[in-house]
């Protein structure tokens, strides 16, 4: 598949990736990651070609790198394109292959990050390592940020450069990040490409069940583990509501429009079979969700504990956040608190102007059929942060996908892996973007 069928750019994408896989940097929470090693490789990448960058730790080998490549017209304001350096944990023994031996099988570069989100932090230095070497100037000021933690909530990556270095961002009114422009084949073969504007709320929570220790072989009615297990069941079962924001519905109207299914705006959900492996990610976009995912209790089989706990993965629609926090509150019962681990703001920008625009051309150039439509990611990016500075952000790390591949269980998943060929589309679709946003 390396061959010499692709150009210079599209070639560097593709060893870029791989080599930002093979240097773990892998993001266990609660402070616990290291991306100093993958931090320095990219700041050789781009010393390479004579880009200066600046490295910025906001705690011991948690590493955030910022470069400025100045544009010609100094009256534009700056765009920001960014993605973040972590990743998830991995279990190898689950893979099938070594999962950060970034080997190239079928077609695919297999490896933790490869799309998430280490593909496109490839795309991302391939262009720019491209444009140092013709002398491309870009109309306006691009600022690179790779950023630590953002699988952690980002209090070591994009929160911290916001808070303690808002002037690397001077100057810049938006931004692009991961989780947009990646296609969907739905009925008669169109490829809708979907860019996201919006993304739902995060509230991470932990809760804590206070009980009576005891031995175990007594009766105890003030049983830690029970009060938590029962509301862990509660919140893990219960049906939220449809809450339908305006990307949502004009996202859904045009799944309607393009495949001839009825519109019907008082239960979307019927078109989700329309949209394949996307229904699980989109699903989830049509109402608040709250996932148990961890659970912590007791210390010996004869010993009930004095406390439990649990922690939630609660995400709300935009608009929606205090329904989310009242509804848990209200199912888990009196002997349940809720402390929160980490939360951040729901965002929603139109899917208009010149930078949507530009993005759309960049799509249709490379491929003539593609349908691009806003939607609302189901988990969160660092444009969260970026907001706070008054920078508006969209998903846009295009890739062309064939029909038949699940690329939502490739995040955070086991067997993750990159079409190539969707690599080095993205890479040539990113390269055109940029050149005229």
């Known amino acids: 598949m390396t061959t010499a069928t692709h150009s210079e750019l599209e070639l560097e994408a593709i060893r870029i990736c791989q080599e930002l896989i093979r240097i773990p940097s892998v993001n266990y929470g609660e402070g616990k990651g290291d991306e100093k090693d993958v931090a320095a490789h990219v700041v050789k990448l781009l010393s390479e070609v004579g880009i200066v960058s600046q490295t910025y730790e906001s705690a011991p080998g948690r590493c955030n790198v910022i470069a400025r490549i100045k544009g010609s017209n ?43 989100m280490k593909n496109m932090d490839a795309m991302i230095i391939a262009t720019v390592r491209d444009w140092a070497r013709t002398g491309y100037v870009p109309e306006r000021d691009i600022v690179l940020a790779f950023f630590a933690d953002e699988e952690a909530g980002s209090n070591f990556g994009s929160h911290y450069m916001v808070k303690k270095h808002p002037e690397v961002f001077a100057g810049c009114t938006e931004a692009v990040s991961e989780v947009g422009g990646f296609s969907v084949t739905v009925a008669g073969g169109k490829r809708l490409y979907l860019i996201e504007t919006a993304e739902k709320g995060i509230h991470w929570m932990k809760l804590t069940a206070d009980g009576r220790a005891a031995h175990g072989s007594m009766m105890n009615d003030e049983n830690a583990v029970t009060r938590l ?8 079962q219960f049906q939220w509501p449809q809450r339908y924001s305006k990307t949502v519905k004009a996202f859904f109207k045009r799944i309607a429009d393009e495949t001839g299914k009825p519109y019907n705006e008082d239960d979307l959900r019927p078109l989700l079979k329309e949209i394949g492996f996307a229904a699980r990610m989109i699903g989830a976009t049509l109402q608040n969700t709250a996932n148990p995912t961890m659970l912590e209790a007791g210390y010996k089989a004869n010993v009930i504990p004095g406390s439990a706990s649990a922690v939630i993965d609660g995400r709300f629609i935009p608009g929606f956040e205090d329904e989310l926090n009242e509804t848990i509150k209200s199912i888990i019962g009196e002997h349940v608190r809720v402390e929160t681990i980490t939360r951040d703001k729901a965002l929603e920008v139109p899917f208009e102007g010149d930078l949507v625009e530009a993005m759309c051309n960049a799509l249709i150039k490379e491929d003539a059929v593609a349908i691009p439509v806003p939607y609302v990611m189901s988990g ?31 995040f955070h998943g086991v067997d993750e892996r990159v079409p190539i060929e969707g690599l080095t589309f993205g890479a040539r679709v990113l390269k055109d973007f940029l050149e005229n946003a």
Do not use: C, Q
């Open 229 to 236: 297990a029962e509301a862990v069941a509660k919140i893990g």
């Open 74 to 116: 100094p009256n534009r304001p700056g765009l920001v394109v960014h993605g973040h350096l972590d990743v998830v944990p991995v279990n190898a023994a689950d893979w099938s292959v070594d999962p950060f031996s970034a080997e190239i099988k079928d077609g695919f570069i297999w490896g933790r990050g490869a799309v998430d």
């Open 380 to 410: 969160g990016t660092d444009n969260k942060a970026l907001a706070d500075l008054g920078i508006i952000g969209y998903g846009f790390s295009p890739l062309k996908l064939d029909a038949d591949f699940d690329f939502a269980a490739m």
